[in-house]
C-alpha cells in the first residue's frame, strides 16, 4: 500500500517529539523487569505470572481505596462499580494461574534455588489487601520492616479501620 493510501491517513509514525504508546506504558520498564537468575527457561514464566499478580493488585488497593472512600462518604454508586471491578480482578487473578500449571514441579525445582527465601507471601501488596479486608496478623507485618516505606503503609492501614 502506498503512503497517500486514505486508509493509512492520520497515523503517526514520528515520535521523536511526542510521546508514544511504549513511552505512556513504561514498557521499556516493564519488559526489562523480567530478570531470571537460574537460566532455566520456565523462570521467565514465572516472574512474569508473578509481576502481572502484583500489578493487579495495585490495580485492586487503587479500586478499594475509592471503595472504602466513597462507603465513608456514604456516597455508594462508586464503591458499588469499584467492588465489582475488585471482583472481576479477583476473577482474572484466580484464572491466570491455569497458565503456571503448564510448569511442572520438576520444572519449578529447576530455578527454586535462585529464589533464596523470597516468597510470594512476602508480597506486601497482598498483606495490605488482607489489611484492609479486615484480616489483621501483626506477625505478617515483620517480613517488611526491612523496608521502613512499605512497614509504615502497612502499620498505617493495620491501625484504620477495614
Do not use: C, N
Not at 11 to 32: K, P, V
Amino acid at each position: 500500500m502506498a503512503e497517500d493510501d486514505p486508509t493509512r491517513q492520520g497515523i503517526e509514525t514520528d515520535f521523536a517529539r511526542r510521546m508514544s504508546y511504549g513511552d505512556y506504558l513504561g514498557l521499556d520498564q516493564i519488559l526489562g523487569a523480567q530478570k531470571p537468575l537460574s537460566g532455566q527457561h520456565d523462570e521467565l514464566l514465572f516472574i512474569t505470572i508473578h509481576q502481572v499478580q502484583e500489578l493487579w493488585m495495585k490495580l485492586i488497593l487503587h479500586e478499594l481505596g475509592l471503595a472504602m472512600d466513597r462507603i465513608r462518604a456514604d456516597d455508594l454508586g462508586p464503591a458499588f462499580k469499584a467492588t465489582a471491578r475488585v471482583s472481576r480482578i479477583q476473577k482474572q487473578m484466580v484464572e491466570s494461574w491455569d497458565v503456571l500449571t503448564t510448569m511442572t514441579p520438576h520444572d519449578y525445582l529447576g530455578f527454586r534455588a535462585s529464589l533464596g527465601s523470597s516468597s510470594g507471601f512476602q508480597s506486601w501488596q497482598y498483606r495490605l489487601f488482607e489489611i484492609r479486608m479486615g484480616a489483621r496478623e501483626a506477625l505478617y507485618l515483620k517480613p517488611h520492616r526491612h523496608r521502613p516505606d512499605l512497614h509504615a503503609t502497612l502499620e498505617e492501614a493495620f491501625a484504620a479501620p477495614s
